[in-house]
């Protein structure tokens, strides 16, 4: 395993003093990490160096091309003091999946973890302390040669960086408001929607836009060939619980794989719920909703964890999901999953491992 060189910084930043008003991704800490590639030579010379800007050729490829795919992850910090990461392997594969799409150099995974702990270690005393704050974890990719022609890049630079970040519900789980979209298309099998690639959220935005406009927080996907089947929610996977069955869209290459998705069906399965993944017509879903048995239906991601939803808008039908409130599943897995997170419960699943 290779070496990581590391430089202090010589001026570090000062700490926020009210970690209640931490926000999300506006705050970094004093170091990153940085690892190059070049085809031929593999990567190379990891380094942790002063958090600061990146210098890139204006001819760089990513800026061009959107060669750059991206990950997201937390470091949770125990009631015992302990520093936990949450299934880190699964996000580093997940990571050379998109890499695999994109044309981008796979990763060494176990060396990647090793990167994020060494990281994670020396920037401990940004982790924040309050109830379910967490430092975000961003590994990130991108293509840095200089030249305009498409193709794939000979140098990449992989970066991480990390963001103190408060608790996702302050004030208490809120159920949100979604926007069911069936005008824009996100992806299609066969395009980029299984790889976080930046490109993306950035196709996604004009349906968020239109969403905020009608007073909601966040858009439900259908398929982009037909318009008849649900996907994924912008920023997370979505479940539904239509009478005993708690069903996912199945991952066909177009919905992203998610971390807490996967943790959540795992979950539920082994407390003996019927949790399926297959393909779900919005249509059932309408018709669940009339008939009554459209108990729940909740988001699943890194950074709600557990988001659940409220009401549903699709064309003219506005459905009031459970009264507007959290229901039961949800909280409980919310509850749990946390739980697991922080070290406040036991972790039967072995999906923690702890910074040392």
Aim: proline share 5%; hydrophobic share 40%.
């Amino acid at each position: 395993m290779q070496e990581i060189s590391i430089q202090l910084t010589k001026t570090p930043k000062q700490k926020p003093l009210d970690e209640s008003k931490l926000g999300f991704g506006s705050i970094f800490t004093d170091h990153m990490f940085l690892m190059n590639y070049k085809t031929g030579k593999g990567w190379y010379d990891p380094r942790i160096v002063p958090y600061g800007p990146i210098e890139l050729d204006p001819a760089a490829m990513c800026l061009h091309y959107g060669q750059e795919i991206f990950e997201g992850m937390k470091a949770y910090r125990a009631d015992d003091g302990r520093i936990l990461l949450f299934r880190p392997e699964e996000n580093f594969k997940r990571m050379n999946a998109s890499n695999e799409r994109l044309c981008i150099p796979q990763l060494d995974v176990d060396f990647c973890i090793h990167a994020v702990n060494e990281l994670v270690k020396l920037e401990k005393d940004w982790i924040p302390h309050l109830k379910d704050t967490s430092l975000y974890i961003r590994p990130f990719v991108f293509s840095t040669d200089a030249h305009l022609g498409v193709r794939a890049g000979d140098e990449y630079l992989f970066a991480i960086i990390l963001s103190p970040s408060g608790s996702y519900y302050a004030e208490g789980i809120k159920p949100v408001k979604i926007y069911v979209e069936h005008k824009w298309a996100r992806s299609v099998k066969g395009g980029t929607g299984m790889a976080k690639a930046a490109g993306n959220y950035a196709t996604s935005l004009i349906a968020q836009v239109e969403a905020h406009d009608q007073g909601y927080s966040q858009v439900l996907w259908l398929d982009g060939a037909q318009k008849k089947y649900v996907e994924e929610v912008g920023s997370m996977n979505i479940f539904f619980k239509i009478g005993d069955e708690i069903v996912t869209p199945e991952l066909g290459g177009s919905i992203l794989p998610g971390i807490t998705r996967k943790s959540i069906l795992e979950l539920l399965r082994s407390r003996g719920y019927n949790a399926t993944e297959r393909l779900l017509p919005m249509a059932e879903v309408v018709d669940a909703y009339k008939n009554g048995k459209l108990a729940e239906v909740f988001g699943t991601g890194t950074a709600a964890v557990i988001s659940p939803v409220g009401t549903l808008k699709f064309d003219d039908l506005v459905m009031t999901i459970n009264n507007g409130e959290i229901g039961p599943v949800s909280q409980m897995l919310y509850d749990t999953l946390t739980g697991i997170q922080w070290g406040r419960l036991p972790d039967e699943f072995g999906w923690t491992r702890e910074v040392k």
